[in-house]
């Protein structure tokens, strides 16, 4: 569970069945979110934004 932009965290809850992705900056950010399976997917952020995913 990680993102290879140091400006995006991912955090995982697997007991919980969720992760979000964070965007700690005030300007948009691109990334590409690795899952604790491998996969990944890239996504687009605002500044400020978290966004919630089921696992």
């Given at each position: 569970w990680y993102s290879d932009n140091f400006n995006v965290?991912?955090?995982a809850?697997?007991?919980n069945g969720k992760f979000c992705?964070?965007?700690?900056?005030y300007e948009s950010q691109s990334t590409?979110?690795?899952r604790g399976d491998g996969s990944?997917?890239?996504l687009?952020?605002?500044p400020?934004?978290?966004?919630?995913y089921g696992i």
């Amino acid at each position: 569970w990680y993102s290879d932009n140091f400006n995006v965290e991912v955090h995982a809850f697997v007991e919980n069945g969720k992760f979000c992705v964070v965007n700690n900056t005030y300007e948009s950010q691109s990334t590409t979110v690795y899952r604790g399976d491998g996969s990944a997917f890239t996504l687009c952020l605002e500044p400020n934004q978290i966004v919630w995913y089921g696992i």
